[in-house]
């Protein structure tokens, strides 16, 4: 058992936290009527749904029962909290890895390169191949995938289908 002392006026610990009661001479001491012995008491963790659920923890004085409680309790998550913990779907990728998804998604790349061909405006269409063949990265709020999206009719859910299978890759 591990006790300590406790200031009720302050509500403070009075010194360390120790194995076993205060004694002196193998009797409880003598203490001053605000001080108290509290004996640390953990309570078992509950039972609880992460999907609507957290876990928190707190510590009080019970100085009727002469206890210090140490417990975690599950408290509900706000719909926000809620909100928060739905994955995102990747929002970037490498070009290698966009081909790689989009061909397992039945999408060939002379189709998509197509579409790029098909860009009447000739400096848009030059800034579009570009785009496709030096970029980096692929960014999923990128202009262009947004176009070939709407070109290709591509809902939203398959782009972001094609962006988590392609950070797979």
Request: aromatic content about 8%; hydrophobic content about 35%.
């Amino acid at each position: 058992m591990q006790t300590f002392l406790y200031n009720i006026q302050t509500q403070q610990r009075e010194g360390p936290v120790r194995n076993g009661r205060y004694l002196v001479d193998g009797k409880p001491g003598e203490l001053p009527n605000y001080i108290v012995e509290l004996e640390v008491v953990k309570l078992p963790d509950p039972s609880y749904d992460p999907a609507n659920q957290t876990l928190e923890y707190r510590a009080y004085a019970d100085i009727d029962g002469r206890r210090w409680v140490q417990e975690t309790y599950a408290r509900d998550l706000s719909e926000d909290e809620k909100a928060q913990r739905i994955p995102r779907p990747p929002t970037v990728c490498s070009p290698r890895q966009l081909r790689l998804s989009l061909i397992q998604s039945g999408i060939s790349i002379s189709t998509l390169e197509a579409q790029l061909n098909s860009i009447p405006d000739p400096v848009q269409r030059e800034i579009a191949l570009v785009e496709w063949e030096y970029a980096l990265e692929i960014q999923r709020e990128h202009p262009l995938v947004s176009n070939l999206a709407a070109a290709l009719s591509l809902s939203e859910k398959q782009v972001d289908d094609i962006f988590i299978l392609a950070n797979t890759l």
